[in-house]
Every structure is written in C-alpha cells, then in structure tokens.
C-alpha cells in the first residue's frame, strides 16, 4: 500500500490492472489515495489479488522532536487517534525487517508507534499536542485501516514509514487543498497558489528538501529488500 509518490521508490512496475501494479518479484502495489477510507479499499484490492500479506509504505509527519527528515520508522504499534484502539504487526517480521535495514547501512528507530489521523496535522502545536497525548514517534492518515483490513482477513500486517516534516515544521497551510486524492501534489496549483502568497516560498522549499531526504530513504528501504513478508507471520 502507497501513494502515488511513494509507490515510485519501489520500482517501475512490469504490469498495471484495475487499480494495481505488480513488480518485478511478484509484490503488488495498490496506490490507495489519502485517507484510512482510500487505504482499506485498496487494501481489500490487493487480498482479492491474491496477497497473503499487507504492507503499509510511505511517507509520514514526526510526532517526536528528535526525528529527522529521512527517518525510518517500523511501527511496533499502530494507533487510532480518537480511540483507545491498537494493531500490533508480528514482532518476527519487524525484526526482519530491521536485520534487513541494518544490514545495507540503514539504522531504523529500535522502537517507535505509529498514529493515523483523519486529518493532515500541519501545525507544530497540533503535533506536540497529539504527541503528549500518544507518544506515538509519527503520524499518517493510512496504516490503521491497512492493519485492520488485514486483521479481519487473518494476514500479517506491517507499517515501514520514513520522516518528511519534523515536529517542528509548520506545514503550509494550502499543502492539504494543493494534495490531489492519489497524493500528487498539483505544480500548477502550488505556482498559482505561491504567485498569490509569496510569503509561503520558504516553507515550501523547506519542505522539498525534507521530501527528497525522504525520498532517498524510501528507496533505500525497497533496494534492501525489507518488506517481503515472512512464510509466517
């Protein structure tokens, strides 16, 4: 499971059908769109497929202050904001996927929760706050749908996701309305909108250069070939 922008780092698809692509090695991608209503859809693609495992990959928002852009995150926790709900992915998996990690030079957080949103949490007050209330390390609007979807169907569920924002990033504030349905961000609507406030350049190029920190993280972690499920969970 990825956005659009994500999926990329795993590598040029041989194959696309009725919402997914199939890599080289047989992995299925679904590019599910934002939000935990787009991730489960694409979830229930990819079981109906054939997959006997689901991955949650992409980009995600810190929570901690002490994580950089291009941090790796392997959820051993992913939570529900709102709810006292949590997923556990298999703890032999996320050890794997750590030996796999460290093993090409990598250094993924030894340990660290996953919150998913319903909403883009743009504001530094609004991370700090959703930290204090969660100690979650990041935040992103899919992985708990990913990990229910699998649940209820009795497969293994993981969540791998890297740092873009710091904690101490204000997001511009247009970034949500610029973001199309799939996670493409418009280039014409961001000139348009940059045109019409130029004070928001400089979070703008900030944010791009934390995306291609991040960026180089996600296609470390396809290239070390971390994600392949286990026989067993």
């Known amino acids: ?38 991730a489960a859809r694409g979830s229930e ?3 109906a497929a054939g997959s006997t495992a689901l991955v949650s990959f992409g980009l995600a928002g810190a929570l901690d202050p002490a994580l950089p852009p291009g941090a790796i995150v392997v959820a051993d926790q992913v939570l529900l904001e709102g709810s006292d709900r949590s997923l556990e992915p298999p703890p032999t998996w996320r050890q794997r996927v750590h030996e796999s990690l460290r093993a090409r030079g990598l250094q993924p957080l030894e340990r660290g929760a996953l919150l998913t949103s319903a909403r883009m ?12 209330a969660t100690g979650a390390a990041v935040v992103d609007m899919e992985s708990f749908a990913v990990g229910e ?3 209820t169907h009795g497969l293994p569920f993981i969540a791998v996701r890297v740092v873009v924002d710091r904690a101490a990033d ?6 949500e309305e610029l973001t199309g349905p ?3 961000v418009s280039v ?23 995306y291609r920190a991040a960026r180089r993280a996600l ?7 971390a994600l392949i499920a286990p026989a067993s969970g």
């Open 1 to 38: 499971m990825a956005l659009a922008t994500e999926a990329r780092a795993l590598g040029r698809p041989l194959h696309r059908a009725e919402g997914l692509a199939r890599l080289r090695d047989g992995t299925l991608i679904a590019v599910s769109g934002i939000g935990c209503a787009a």
């Open 45 to 47: 693609r990819l079981i």
């Open 121 to 132: 949490l743009a504001a530094v007050a609004d991370k700090a706050t959703a930290f204090r």
């Open 149 to 151: 979807v699998a649940a």
């Open 170 to 175: 204000e997001l511009p504030r247009a970034l």
């Open 182 to 184: 799939s996670g493409e």
């Open 188 to 210: 014409g609507r961001l000139i348009a909108h940059l045109l019409g406030a130029p004070s928001g350049v400089g979070p703008v190029l900030r944010l791009a250069r934390r």
């Open 219 to 225: 296609r470390d972690i396809a290239r070390a070939g």
